[in-house]
Structure formats: C-alpha cells, structure tokens
C-alpha cells in the first residue's frame, strides 16, 4: 500500500471520529483527526457535566428497539460494539463504570474529562496525529480534502475519509451542520436536520414566566397521543424541557411541524387514584387561600399550583369553581398547548442528516468511494440515557472498520 493510500483523514474530534480513529490506527493505518475547534471532544465533555452517561444497561433487545426506525441499520454496528464492549473499553481506559437506579451505565468518576484524557493518550500511543483549527470546506478540484486554517487554506490527500462532524446542536462546541450543504452539493440525499431531544415553546403569561422560570418539577407522568412517561421537568422562560419533556420530543416535534402545535398533558400527581385525589379536594376549604388549601389538600407545590392557575386562566375557568371531580382530573390531566420546538442550537441531539440509503454496509458512501459517516450526522435519533453515546461509539467503530476494508482492498494484485 501506498503511504498515500495508508492516509486516513478522519475530520471531527468528537466521540465518532475518535472511535474511527482507534480503530484505524490499530489496524496499522497512519490517521490524522482534523476538527475545527482548537480541542477535542468539546461537545463530549459537555455531555459529561452532569454525569457522562456512556450507555445503558439494558437487554439488546429492547436497547435496539430505542432507535426506532433506524433500528435496522444500525443493529450491526451495535451489536459488534454493545454496551458491554463500551464499558469495557472504558475500564480499559481506567475509568471503570456502574450501574445507575435507572440502569444508565456512568464511569465511577461521573466526568467526561479523565476518560477523554485517558483516550487521548491512547490515541497519541497508536500515532494518530490532531489537526485543529480545520475547518472542512469540501474537495478541491483534484479531489484532495480542502480545509480553512488560521494560516490560509489547505489541501490534503488521503486514501480514505471518515467524516464524523456531529449534527446541528450546540454549535458553538463545533457541529454546526455546515457539512448539509457541502454532501448535498455531491448529490447525497438528506433529511433535514431538526431538533431531538429538546425542550418545547410554550406562551406563558409574563406572571408565571418570571415567578418559576428554572423551577423543576418532579415525580411527573407526560403523556401525548399514546405514549406516557415518568420523569421531570422544568419551566424554562420561553417553555418547558427537561428528561420526560425529551422523552417525548420526537413525537412532539412531527406534530407540531404537521399541525402548528401540539398539545401535552401532565399528571402533577400520578401516584395518587382519581378516588383518593377526589376525596381529599372534598374536604372543607373553610379560609385558606385556594393556594394553601392545594398545597395542603393535593400537596401540590407552588409550581404545580401557579401551572394550574396558568391553564386554567388561559381556558378562562376560575380553579375555585370547579368541583372536587373536575378539579381531581385536571390536576392528572394538565394541558399544555406547545407551539414549536426550542431551537435547533439548544437541543441535545438532531434528528435527519444522511439517508441511510446513501450508505452501504460499511457505512461507506455510495457516491463517494472511499468517504465514510458515522455519527450524529446519519439520519437517526434516540432518546437520552446513554442511546445517543453508543450509537456514536458503534457507527464510529463501524466507519473505521469499512474504511480498513477498503483500504485493503485497495492493494493492487502482485
């Protein structure tokens, strides 16, 4: 082999590319990462700061199934790198892993940071060489790899490419989707990019938006159309996100793009039976204040009771006017109307990007030999507990194992 054709570029730093990366290198191939922030990982650690959430302890099965429609292309990749294999690499690493309550999979030391570190040593181990300040702006006119860098532009060759430059979320961390035009341009089919697992846009009155902005709330069950889920919330100036909020996003999002809105109903006390919920709004108010009456009657806390008056306000019904039956119900049945997703640069994850069609089954694009994609810039999404991370890992992996193949295959005949 060529040393031309042993190059491999791998453009983005982030959890994909530095996969595809060990991977190559270990196969003897010289790998150079080029990102166009001044460091690695940034969007990694970032996911780290509340606790990096590697994968999820799971069974397979069910954990293929939380990728929905991209279930079947990516169930190969996955399975040749599970979560088991994921935490193993970790430890590896030295950064063992547990178990949470939730079964979300941790490093014991709950940080982004020291794993990184720990990877990047690794990676300067097997020779891979860091190129930042690149920012990739597509091929050049003899087919070479073009790059903007603070000392002008740049062109380089490679026998193989791995592109991995993330969705569209948190762009100022690096993945800012500028790639959609640059693969557009060479004919590869794409979804629109949209917001996953994101907060939503809710118009809340100028009272309750400056009274319990950033209060949380918890022990919740959201529902839409026929999906229900347990978690929390919070109130945010312009909406309402948090974990059963992106639970819920996908469903949410399609709906609002199909009908301008959508409509999510919470459950303030899901553990308490309607009955019991109907026996204690029965009892005397005598001269409290509707608002310490709830609190005390439903134990409903400041933030559940302002939610009711905010509805109930918006529909133009009087919450004292309501018997202990109807007032029971829509303490568990709260309407939200939602008028569109939080914005794109606020959101965890996209959804949309490169049609798998576009693919073959080394992740290889069909229109450009020898340039492969993995990561948040295929069309799929997942919700959050560790479902977003391994797929990056497993289709960074995956990339990096089509791009050995292709790279040995093409060594001419003797």
């Not at 030295?94 to 979300?104: D, L």
């Not at 609190?295 to 918006?314: C, D, N, T, Y």
């Not at 959101?347 to 693919?359: N, P, W």
């Not at 799929?380 to 791009?403: D, I, K, N, V």
Request: proline content about 6%; aromatic content about 8%.
């Amino acid at each position: 082999m060529s040393s031309i054709q042993n190059q491999v570029a791998v453009i983005g730093a982030g959890p994909a590319g530095l996969m595809a990366a060990e991977v190559l290198a270990q196969k003897g191939c010289s790998v150079t990462v080029y990102d166009a922030m001044p460091s690695a990982g940034r969007k990694f650690l970032m996911a780290g700061r509340g606790g990096l959430n590697l994968t999820h302890s799971e069974a397979l099965p069910a954990f293929l199934t939380r990728y929905g429609r991209a279930m079947p292309q990516l169930a190969a990749a996955i399975e040749k790198f599970p979560p088991d294999r994921l935490r193993q690499w970790s430890e590896a690493l030295g950064q063992p892993t547990f178990v949470g309550s939730s079964g979300r999979v941790f490093p014991k030391e709950m940080k982004a940071s020291p794993l990184l570190r720990a990877w990047l040593r690794r990676l300067d181990s097997l020779s891979v060489r860091f190129a930042f300040r690149h920012r990739w702006t597509g091929w050049d006119e003899e087919g070479r790899l073009s790059f903007d860098t603070p000392g002008g532009p740049r062109a380089i060759e490679a026998g193989a490419t791995v592109l991995a430059l993330g969705g569209a979320s948190w762009p100022r961390l690096g993945s800012d989707g500028a790639w959609t035009k640059i693969l557009a341009a060479k004919g590869v089919t794409m979804s629109p990019l949209k917001p996953a697992n994101c907060g939503f846009i809710v118009a809340w009155s100028d009272v309750f938006r400056d009274r319990f902005e950033g209060q949380p709330l918890k022990s919740l069950a959201l529902s839409f159309s026929a999906r229900a889920v347990r978690g929390e919330a919070i109130i945010t100036r312009t909406g309402i996100e948090g974990g059963a909020v992106y639970a819920l996003s996908a469903e949410l999002r399609e709906a609002i793009l199909s009908s301008g809105q959508a409509t999510l109903h919470i459950a303030l006390r899901p553990d308490l039976e309607t009955g019991d919920l109907i026996a204690r709004l029965s009892a005397p108010r005598g001269k409290q204040s509707l608002s310490n009456w709830l609190r005390k009657a439903a134990q409903l806390s400041p933030v559940r009771i302002g939610l009711l008056q905010e509805v109930a306000i918006a529909s133009g019904v009087s919450l004292s006017s309501l018997s202990p039956q109807d007032l029971a119900e829509l303490i568990n049945v709260v309407p939200i109307k939602l008028n569109g997703a939080a914005p794109m640069a606020r959101a965890i994850s996209t959804a949309g990007g490169i049609s798998f069609d576009e693919l073959d089954a080394d992740f290889m694009l069909r229109r450009l030999p020898g340039t492969f994609a993995a990561g948040e810039m295929l069309d799929w999404e997942a919700p959050t507990g560790g479902y977003l991370l391994q797929a990056s890992f497993a289709t960074g992996a995956a990339a990096g194992r089509g791009a050995v193949k292709w790279l040995e295959n093409q060594i001419p005949s003797p």
